[in-house]
């Protein structure tokens, strides 16, 4: 088992920038591709970004390719979004997740074990 906790949602103005952090535990992290996804309300859930267990490689949805950077620190157990450059169409909940895969993916389905979700708000 892998628990995932999420943090660092907020309210932020169009424009701004916000951290989200996903810290892991109860297994070897580096074990794991993480990935980040998003659920806005009526609306599936959707990839945002993905790294692969060493951090060499990373994958982006093209909604925030040039604004969002994920990233990890094995040592600390966890995964990060940097999220500059927010439009109200970021706005939704979002999870972190944890796939025991070499080269990540990007659909949900894929992904073993999930965060709650923290919460991100764009007011224009």
């Known amino acids: 088992q892998v628990q995932l906790v999420e943090s660092g949602g907020g309210l932020v103005q169009a424009g701004g920038s916000l951290r989200l952090s996903c810290v892991a535990s109860?297994?070897?992290?580096?074990?794991?591709?993480m990935g980040w996804f998003r659920q806005a309300p009526g609306k599936e859930r959707e990839f945002v970004a993905a790294?692969?267990?060493?951090?060499?490689?990373?994958y982006y949805a093209d909604s925030v390719k040039g604004r969002f950077t994920i990233s990890r620190d094995n040592a600390k157990n966890t995964v990060y979004l940097q999220m500059n450059s927010l439009k109200p169409e970021d706005t939704a909940d979002y999870y972190c997740?944890?796939?025991?895969?070499?080269?990540?993916?990007?659909?949900?389905?894929?992904?073993?074990?999930w965060g709650q979700g923290t919460q991100v708000t764009v007011s224009s």
């Open positions: 109860g297994r070897t992290f580096s074990n794991y591709a």
């Open positions: 790294i692969s267990r060493s951090g060499d490689s990373t």
């Open positions: 997740a944890a796939d025991y895969t070499v080269i990540p993916r990007t659909k949900p389905a894929a992904y073993m074990y």
